[in-house]
């Protein structure tokens, strides 16, 4: 039986050893570590599926934001990264820890979402399109196809802008904003 809680609740330890089976320990030096630096996961939106005490998948969620060449700030949310522990990967696990998030976000009208990944798992199951987002310049290199958003209905996201962390916000102002 697996439960769902909050990332807060697992030793920052394991969490690593999750993201290092997952992904490589080559990881840190991605994009995507480059548009969180600085911030924290937003607590409310960041969660571990645990299973017989073991962390087999989770969700982190970070505030980031896009800055127009005249100074406008559109805040996000940066989505990922999204892990399953290889031996428990395509049993589920991955999209109940997806929806259990967007799920949360929506209830909360939380800001339009971003994320780096393959368009076949985000698109086909989440809504998440290369649609919005390929005008905007990343802090690294990134596949275009592969840069991501979320939007609900009635948001619209500037076609320019710098993606970057949005530092100093308060972990679960961060939802709402
Ligand atoms: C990608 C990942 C999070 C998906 O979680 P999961 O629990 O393994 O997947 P789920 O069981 O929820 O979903 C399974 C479905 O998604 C598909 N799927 C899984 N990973 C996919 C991927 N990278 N691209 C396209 N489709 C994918 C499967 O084919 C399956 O489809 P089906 O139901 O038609 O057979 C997980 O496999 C993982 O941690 N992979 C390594 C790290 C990674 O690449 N993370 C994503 C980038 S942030």
């Known amino acids: 039986m697996i439960q769902f809680v909050p990332i807060a609740s697992i030793p920052p330890a394991e969490i690593e050893h999750l993201l290092d089976l997952a992904f490589g320990s080559d990881r840190r030096g ?42 406008r700030l559109t805040p996000l949310i940066l989505v990922g990264p999204v892990a399953v522990r290889p031996e428990r990967q395509r049993d589920g ?37 290369a649609q919005h987002t390929q005008g905007w310049a990343l802090p690294g290199p990134v596949e275009r196809h592969r840069l991501l958003a979320r939007l609900r209905p009635g948001q619209v996201l500037p076609e320019r802008g710098a993606l970057g962390p949005r530092p100093d916000v308060g972990l679960d102002a961060a939802v709402g904003s």
């Open 30 to 71: 991605r994009t995507a570590y480059k548009l969180r630096e600085g911030t924290d996961p937003i607590a409310a939106l960041s969660l571990a599926a645990v299973e017989e005490g073991v962390l087999v998948g989770l969700v982190l969620c970070w505030p980031v934001q896009l800055a127009e060449a005249d100074g």
């Open 93 to 129: 696990i991955g999209r109940e820890l997806m929806l259990r998030m967007l799920e949360a976000a929506d209830a909360a009208a939380s800001d339009p979402m971003t994320l780096i990944g393959d368009a076949s798992y985000y698109e086909r199951f989440f809504g998440f399109s």
